[in-house]
């Protein structure tokens, strides 16, 4: 139980373009999704947190406007990295929090994360 | 906010079992204490959750003092495989807030 996919596992895209992240809670219900961004060697880093319905609750020094968040339903949350530039390039980690018996747990499940490359 | 610190790594040799420290001085009250494992290129693996005292499972045990400024994960019996590196996170919601500190995270390396 408690699966989270994420779609493309990996992405290459030129400069300029924008590139959509699709994360899934295959089995819960995810009540509020989170995302992550990791560069090599280092922790995580919260971008944002969505709650189904809601706008998205970006982090201090996260752009809103680049990193577009939805969530739309209580399975489906997207990021949409628009107009992407290199530095842009990074691991992208999706994770979910659901109802387990009608209580919410508290516990974070991960997707397998996006590798985004921007040439 | 409640800060979290770890060491930056630690070796072992198969099974033995290894603890794993994490500091949270100022934790708070609602604040319940996570872990998480993760292999390169992959997303984190829950491993345990605990607010207090002993939390064991199938795979780890969490032993949190009764003041929660700290928090150890035990590993029994290790093997290669478990060469990861392992997160700690403190955390709190409030209605549909929530509040997350993560550890810059232990590299385990195992050795046979």
């Known amino acids: 139980g408690a699966v989270v996919s994420q779609h493309p596992s990996r992405v290459i895209c030129k400069s300029g373009t924008s590139v959509k992240i699709e994360c899934r809670s295959l089995?819960?219900?995810?009540?509020?999704m989170f995302w992550y961004r990791q560069f090599p060697k280092q922790s995580l880093m919260l971008m944002a947190t969505s709650n189904e319905g809601s706008k998205a609750t970006y982090e201090q020094g996260v752009e809103k406007d680049k990193f577009l968040i939805n969530h739309a339903s209580l399975t489906l949350s997207t990021l949409t990295v628009t107009s992407a530039h290199p530095e842009d390039s990074s691991f992208y980690i999706c994770?979910?929090?659901?109802?387990?018996?009608?209580?919410?747990?508290?516990?974070?499940?991960f997707g397998p994360g996006t590798r985004l490359t921007v040439l | 906010l409640a800060k979290t610190t770890q060491p930056v790594s630690m070796d072992s040799y198969e099974g033995q079992e290894v603890n794993i420290t994490c500091s949270h001085n100022?934790?708070?009250?609602?604040?319940?204490i996570t872990w998480y494992q993760q292999f390169p290129s992959q997303g984190p693996r829950f491993i345990i959750q605990?607010?207090?005292?002993?939390v064991t499972n199938e795979v780890a045990s969490l032993f949190i003092p009764a003041d929660r400024k700290s928090s150890t994960l035990s590993l029994p019996r290790v093997s290669l495989s478990d060469t990861a590196v392992y997160y700690c996170?403190?955390?709190?919601?409030?209605?549909?807030?929530?509040?997350?500190?993560w550890g810059a995270g232990t590299k385990l390396i195992i050795k046979p």
């Open positions: 100022n934790i708070a009250t609602n604040d319940y």
């Open positions: 996170l403190v955390g709190s919601r409030m209605d549909s807030n929530y509040q997350l500190i």
């Open positions: 994770s979910a929090i659901g109802l387990a018996g009608g209580v919410s747990t508290d516990t974070q499940y």
């Open positions: 089995d819960f219900q995810a009540t509020t």
């Open positions: 605990g607010y207090k005292t002993k």
